[in-house]
């Protein structure tokens, strides 16, 4: 097997070192990344992927010198980037070797910022997508295209969601049509008026972001994110021609529960944020319903369910089919659930602070409605902050900067309150029928995949999981304690 992985990081990064430690017989494995040359992605390669702690183990099993011979053998580091024509790809050399080499073609590259500036958005996720599968249409062996979308393109409506693809110009409001190339030249305007007009880089940025929030909106996404990576579907899933495409599409992604060890996460995720800011005792309120579903999935089961589709789906020519990787159908955590869970871990392990002393944490308030935390942020921090400015007004010296400072403070924490409200507030549940199917069809008939290939939520005991791996892991990878 020849794969292509064009990705950022922390599922590739899983996905690497599983297919090279379980996987031996694969050929090559071209990975693309940014970098600005062949020496840039080499570094970029043994420093942010080789060289971190997630390939302990086969460091540990092969030796050091054994595992760079295999990575030099198995892994082609390719500077360029999705956003452009051929991926960025300059060398000609590569280019048709590629081109030739490759049977299954991977994308896991996206920006994840909910308020990305739009122009990166489309960049990226949407027309970054159709950069990835037109490549993937000069590959002449090319038996697969495996594209890593996000299950949160559903929007913020409540009940079952199915794995159905995007149609083109499809929207969230039945009133509204989406025309992606209207959006693009949408944008290119905006930025063009914006450059003329001797905007900073700081307003053009503003501008951009907002931008993108307010098309994501108006179309019925609450963000540029998952606005941007439905367009990716919708784009993909209308020009893949006979090319055979499977979307993945994860829920929220957790650290991993069995590999290569359990633990393991790269950097803060949607609710990570929420668990180390209460340990660090800084979270004191919460918008969030304590019985709504949080749709959680470990990091290894969701590189686990690609592979196991790249396996069932190559060289099935014209098909396209969808799958939810996630627990909210098969086996649901409540919010209220991880609360619990996550009290009574700080509880017993608190967290140190500078001075050597533990942390103790208090009892959150959670209110589970926008209007509740609204009036509870109005109470409590909006009319004390009127009675300072009025103060500031009054006496200019006697508080110096603190109302500016404060402002600021609560300006960014209703920012980010808007931004994560969907999915603090998500009434959904993701259907999960063609997993389902695709792990009933591995354990019948894929015999090469093993038990190292676990993607069934229903295995997972999440109070277990949360006090035992995922929060001891946040501590120990994250935040370095």
């Known amino acids: 097997m020849i794969c292509s992985l064009v990705s950022t990081f922390q599922g590739s990064r899983l996905k690497d070192q599983k297919i090279l430690r379980l996987q031996p017989n694969v050929k090559k494995m071209y990975l693309l990344l940014r970098a600005s040359d062949d020496k840039a992605a080499m570094q970029r390669l043994r420093s942010e992927v080789v060289g971190i702690d997630l390939f302990r183990i086969l460091r540990t099993?092969?030796?050091?010198?054994?595992?760079?011979?295999?990575?030099?053998?198995?892994?082609?580091?390719?500077?360029?980037?999705i956003s452009v024509?051929?991926?960025?790809?300059?060398?000609?050399?590569?280019?048709?070797?590629?081109?030739?080499?490759?049977?299954?073609?991977?994308?896991?590259?996206?920006?994840?910022?909910?308020?990305e500036r739009y122009d990166i958005g489309l960049g990226i996720n949407t027309f970054g997508a159709l950069n990835v599968l037109n490549f993937a249409k000069k590959c002449v062996k090319a038996q697969l295209v495996l594209h890593v979308s996000t299950a949160y393109v559903c929007g913020e409506h409540t009940g079952l969601f199915q794995e159905k693809p995007f149609k083109m110009g499809e929207t969230l409001r039945g009133d509204k049509k989406l025309d992606i190339d209207v959006e693009f030249e949408l944008m290119k305007q905006k930025l063009k008026e914006l450059e003329h007009q001797d905007c900073s880089e700081e307003e053009i940025s503003q501008s951009m972001k907002d931008l993108g929030m307010t098309r994501a909106k108006l179309h019925g996404w609450p963000n540029t994110y998952v606005f941007t990576k439905a367009m990716g579907e919708m784009l993909i899933g209308n020009y893949r021609e006979n090319l055979p495409l499977v979307i993945i599409r994860p829920t929220m992604i957790t650290s991993t529960i069995a590999e290569p060890f359990p633990g393991w996460i790269e950097g803060l995720r949607t609710i990570d944020s929420v668990i180390v800011a209460f340990g660090k005792g800084r979270l004191k309120y919460l918008l969030a319903d304590s019985n709504s579903i949080f749709d959680l999935i470990p990091a290894d089961m969701v590189v686990n369910a690609?592979?196991?589709?790249?396996?069932a789906h190559s060289g099935e020519t014209g098909m396209q089919t969808i799958y939810h990787v996630g627990s909210s159908f098969q086996n649901p955590i409540t919010f209220g659930q991880l609360h619990d869970n996550t009290a009574r871990y700080f509880a017993n392990k608190p967290l140190v602070a500078r001075d050597g002393s533990p942390i103790i944490v208090s009892k959150v308030t959670i209110l589970p409605t926008m209007g509740q935390f609204s009036l509870y942020m109005t109470l409590r921090y909006k009319l004390p902050l009127k009675i300072l400015r009025l103060i500031n007004?009054?006496?200019?010296?006697?508080?110096?900067?603190?109302?500016?400072?404060?402002?600021?403070?609560?300006k960014l924490a209703m920012r980010l309150v808007e931004l994560y409200e969907p999915y603090l507030l998500f009434k959904g549940i993701f259907d999960d029928l063609n997993t389902e199917r695709l792990r009933m069809r591995r354990k019948e008939n894929i015999k090469e995949l093993d038990g190292s290939f676990e993607f069934d939520p229903k295995t997972i005991n999440w109070d277990d999981y949360i006090v035992n791996i995922h929060i001891p892991g946040l501590i120990t990878y994250v935040l370095k304690q």
């Open 61 to 81: 099993d092969l030796g050091e010198d054994n595992l760079n011979a295999l990575v030099r053998e198995k892994i082609v580091p390719v500077p360029g980037d």
């Open 306 to 311: 690609m592979i196991a589709t790249a396996t």
């Open 393 to 410: 007004i009054i006496y200019p010296w006697s508080e110096g900067d603190k109302y500016n400072d404060l402002s600021r403070k609560l």
């Open 85 to 115: 024509h051929n991926l960025g790809l300059n060398d000609s050399d590569i280019l048709q070797r590629m081109w030739s080499e490759i049977d299954i073609i991977i994308n896991i590259a996206a920006t994840t910022n909910f308020d």
